[in-house]
C-alpha cells in the first residue's frame, strides 16, 4: 500500500476552506508561530477516504470477524445503541454543574440514576456509581472505598492486605497495590478454584478486602462463594467483585446475594458498548449501603418529587474519580441495551453465552488439553500442551486463526495453565459461526502433528508476519511502516 505522503502532490486538495471571517484578537507571540508548514499530505478527498478506509481494513473487529478474545466479552453490539448515544450529544458536560443547570438536564440526570438503579438490581447492591472509566479503574474506585470504611472504623492501620487467587487479573493486585495493600495470593486447587483450605490459612484479621469474580478467568463458578464471604466477613474484610465477567450471571446470580460487598461492571464488555483500542469504557462500582457514605461525588438524587439533583458535598466521600459524569455515551449504551433486552432478555444473553461456551468445550475436547474439565460458564480455558509435544505453542495456534480470518482467543492467560488458550464466543455468535471456528481450531491441532513448521511461518496474510510482541507493547508506534 503507498503510503498517503507519497500520494501528496503540492496544491491538491480535498477541502475547500472559506476565508475565516474571525478578527484575530490579539497577535501571537513569535515563539507559538509556526515557522515552516505543517508538512500534511496534499491529497484529495478520494485518496483520504481510500487511506483511512484501507488503514481500517487492516483491523479486526466484532464487525468483520469472529474475536473470541475470552475474559474480554467481544460480543457483538447492535448498531441501534449507537443511535440512543448520539441523542444526548448536544448537552454540555458542565450544564449539570452550574447553579441551577441540574433544571436543564434532569432528563440526564435522571437517566444516570435509573442506570445506577439497573445495574444494583441486577448485581443486588445498594447503590452504583456510574463515575469510573473502565474496569481497572472501577476497581481502584472500589479499593479506595474499601479503604475509607476500615478508615472511618478505626482500623487505618490493622488493614495490611487483600486477597486474590493466583487466576485473578492482572488488574486485581494492581489496583489493591496503588490503593496502598499488599498482596496476598492463594493458589488454585486442582479442582478450578480458589484453594479452600489455602484461602483459610491466609485470611487474618489484617485482610481489608477478598477480590474475586465469579465465574473465576477459567469460566468456572465457585460453588464455594458464600462459605467463602462468611469467612472473609468473620474477619471484617469486604468481598469485593471483579464483575468483569458479568455476561455469564445475569438473573441467575446477584453477587450482593453471596456476600459481596463492593462490584465493578464493565459496560464495555456486557452491556453494550464496542472496546478494544483503548476505549471509550465504563466502569460503574456498585456498594452495599455501609459503602453508601464512602462513594464518589457528586451523586445524584432523586427527591422527593421524583426531581434529580446532585448532592451537595460529603465529607466522608472518596472524592471525585471521572471529569463531570465519566464516559456518558458509554453510560447511555447500557441503559438503552438493559431497556432494550429487559429481564428476561438479560436471562437469555447469560444462558445462550454459556451455552455458547460448553458447545465450543465439548468439540475442541477431543484436540486440546482441557486441564479443568467441568462444565463451564461464559469461557473455556484450553493448553496447547499436545501441541507443545510437537514444539508448537499457543502463539503459533493463533496466527494461524489470523491467516482464516479469526481474531485469536487470549493466551497465555490466565497464567496458570500452560500454554492457555482462552475462548469466549459470547452470545452474540451463532452455531454455524462456532462451528466453522471449530473446524479451523481442528485444523490447527492436525497441523500441529503432520506440519508444525506451517504454525510457525503463519501468519502468511497479514502485512507484518511475527511481531517482536514485547517491543510492540513497551515502545507503540502505530505509523505504518511497511
Ligand atoms: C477486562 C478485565 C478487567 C479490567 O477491565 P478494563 O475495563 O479493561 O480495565 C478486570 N478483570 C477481568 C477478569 C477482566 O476480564
Not at 491538491?12 to 509556526?34: Q, T, Y
Not at 483511512?52 to 483491523?59: C, H, I, K, M, V
Not at 454540555?92 to 443547570?101: E, F, I, K, Q
Not at 466521600?317 to 438493559?338: H, L, Q, W
Request: glycine residues 8%; charged residues 20%.
Amino acid at each position: 500500500m503507498q503510503l498517503i505522503y507519497e500520494k501528496s502532490v503540492p496544491g491538491r486538495r480535498g477541502v475547500k476552506l472559506p476565508a475565516s471571517d474571525v478578527p484575530a484578537a490579539a497577535p501571537l507571540p513569535a515563539s507559538l508561530l509556526r515557522s515552516a508548514p505543517a508538512g500534511l499530505a496534499e491529497v484529495s478527498e478520494l485518496d483520504l477516504v481510500r487511506h483511512f478506509t484501507n488503514l481500517s481494513r487492516r483491523n479486526f473487529s466484532v464487525d468483520t470477524n469472529f474475536y473470541p478474545l475470552g475474559s474480554c466479552t467481544m460480543k457483538y453490539n447492535a448498531k441501534v445503541l449507537e443511535n440512543a448515544a448520539a441523542l444526548f450529544n448536544p448537552l454540555h458536560p458542565m450544564t449539570a454543574l452550574l447553579p441551577g443547570g441540574e433544571e436543564l438536564c434532569q432528563g440526564t440526570l435522571g437517566m444516570l440514576h435509573d442506570l445506577g438503579g439497573l445495574l444494583a438490581e441486577i448485581t443486588g447492591m445498594d447503590e452504583v456509581t456510574t463515575q469510573p472509566l473502565a474496569g481497572a479503574h472501577g476497581e481502584m474506585t472500589g479499593i479506595l472505598l474499601v479503604s475509607a470504611y476500615h478508615a472511618a472504623r478505626g482500623n487505618k492501620n490493622k488493614k495490611k492486605y487483600v486477597v486474590v487467587p493466583d487466576s485473578s487479573h492482572g488488574t486485581n493486585p494492581a489496583s489493591a497495590a496503588i490503593a496502598g495493600y499488599e498482596i496476598i495470593t492463594v493458589p488454585t486447587a486442582p479442582y478450578g478454584d480458589m484453594d479452600l483450605e489455602l484461602f483459610k490459612k491466609a485470611m487474618t484479621d489484617e485482610v481489608a478486602a477478598v477480590m474475586m469474580t465469579c465465574p473465576n478467568t477459567l469460566g468456572l463458578f465457585n460453588p464455594h462463594i458464600r462459605e467463602i464471604s462468611e469467612i472473609a466477613h468473620s474477619h471484617d474484610a469486604l468481598m469485593y467483585y471483579d464483575g468483569a465477567n458479568l455476561n455469564a450471571i445475569m438473573g441467575k446470580v446477584k453477587p450482593g446475594d453471596v456476600g459481596f460487598d463492593v462490584i465493578h461492571v464493565n459496560l464495555h464488555k456486557t452491556f453494550g458498548t464496542p472496546h478494544g483500542g483503548g476505549g471509550p469504557g465504563s466502569g460503574p462500582v456498585g456498594v452495599k449501603k455501609e459503602l453508601i457514605p464512602f462513594l464518589p461525588q457528586p451523586r445524584i438524587i432523586k427527591d422527593s418529587q421524583g426531581r434529580f439533583q446532585l448532592e451537595a458535598r460529603r465529607p466522608t466521600s472518596i472524592g471525585r474519580t471521572a471529569n463531570f459524569f465519566g464516559n456518558f455515551g458509554v453510560m447511555v449504551k447500557a441503559y438503552a441495551y438493559i431497556i432494550m433486552l429487559g429481564r428476561e432478555g438479560l436471562i437469555r444473553v447469560s444462558e445462550q453465552a454459556v451455552l455458547n461456551a460448553n458447545y465450543i468445550k465439548e468439540r475442541l475436547k477431543p484436540y486440546y488439553d482441557l486441564p479443568y474439565d467441568q462444565t463451564c460458564m461464559h469461557e473455556c480455558v484450553f493448553s496447547a500442551s499436545r501441541q507443545l509435544a510437537h514444539g508448537v505453542h499457543a502463539i503459533d495456534i493463533s496466527k494461524f486463526l489470523i491467516d482464516r480470518g479469526y481474531h485469536p482467543p487470549t493466551v497465555y492467560f490466565p497464567m496458570i495453565v500452560k500454554e492457555a488458550i482462552m475462548i469466549e464466543p459470547t452470545e452474540t455468535e451463532s452455531k454455524a459461526t462456532m462451528d466453522e471456528f471449530i473446524e479451523v481450531m481442528i485444523e490447527a491441532a492436525q497441523t500441529a502433528e503432520s506440519n508444525p513448521q506451517a504454525l510457525h511461518d503463519a501468519p502468511l496474510t497479514m502485512p507484518i508476519s511475527r511481531l517482536d510482541e514485547t517491543k510492540a507493547a513497551r515502545e507503540q508506534n502505530v505509523c505504518c511502516q511497511w
